[in-house]
């Protein structure tokens, strides 16, 4: 082998590791490809009680189940229609952001409305 044979070698090497690279970003900017797309679940909230147990909210079409779940079992807990958790969520909405809360309070000690 002469040098012109590593070269090439490193060219093609370096060709496939950039097409691969650039292959794995287009498939994570797609989401994952066809078989995530088309599931029509999605969970809208997850909180883990303890080692391998947690409580999940899992939205399917118009309705959101409340699941019990562990490393062997799913159990359903409750299930809700789904605009039902919408109005759960509206009301616990964020406290203010410090910045706003420091705005309005410097707006009312300088008379602005």
């Not at 490809?33 to 909230?45: F, S």
């Not at 997850?46 to 899992?58: A, F």
């Amino acid at each position: 082998m002469n040098f012109w044979d590593y070269v090439q070698a490193i060219v093609i090497i370096g060709a496939v590791i950039l097409a691969s690279y650039y292959v794995t970003r287009l498939v994570a900017k797609t989401g994952g490809g066809v078989y995530r797309r088309g599931t029509g679940i999605r969970q809208v909230a997850s909180l883990p009680l303890g080692k391998d147990k947690s409580v999940v909210i899992v939205e399917i079409g118009e309705t959101a189940y409340i699941l019990g779940m562990t490393q062997q079992h799913v159990e359903l807990l409750d299930k809700l229609p789904k605009d039902e958790l919408k109005l759960i969520r509206e009301e616990q909405e964020a406290p203010p952001s410090f910045m706003s809360s420091f705005k309005e309070e410097l707006n009312k000690r300088l008379h602005k409305p």
